[in-house]
């Protein structure tokens, strides 16, 4: 079985940085694709950010594309999410999931295991 944990969320002024990191146990980490997904209170998940297996391709939202950075550690069982110039609206609980395949997608449906997630507040 699959297990995914986060940690490094936490309460952040605008314009501040956060890491996240999600550690990955029970599958051969370095086969498999990674996302992180965030939900905002009374709204729906939406796509973050996603890594191939390989670390070689890496997806953005737009609205997080050119402050946040995916990157992955294969000696680690671990993937991380840079956040940097945060701001308010970044406010939510992100979780990372694997789809359990080399290639990452941005659909949320896709994904078979998910972390229990990690909350990030970001004040103005």
């Known amino acids: 079985q699959v297990q995914l944990v986060e940690s490094g969320g936490g309460l952040v002024q605008a314009g501040g940085s956060l890491r996240l990191s999600c550690a990955v146990s029970?599958?051969?980490?370095?086969?498999?694709?990674m996302g992180w997904f965030r939900q905002a209170p009374g709204k729906e998940r939406e796509f973050v950010a996603a890594?191939?297996?390989?670390?070689?391709?890496?997806y953005y939202a737009d609205s997080v594309k050119g402050r946040f950075t995916i990157s992955r550690d294969n000696a680690r069982n671990t993937v991380y999410l840079q956040m940097n110039s945060l701001k308010p609206e970044d406010t939510a609980v992100y979780s990372c999931?694997?789809?359990?395949?080399?290639?990452?997608?941005?659909?949320?449906?896709?994904?078979?295991?998910w972390g229990q997630g990690t909350q990030v507040t970001v004040s103005s």
């Open positions: 999931a694997t789809n359990n395949r080399r290639y990452s997608s941005s659909r949320a449906g896709d994904y078979e295991y």
């Open positions: 029970g599958r051969t980490f370095s086969s498999i694709a």
């Open positions: 890594i191939s297996w390989s670390g070689a391709g890496t």
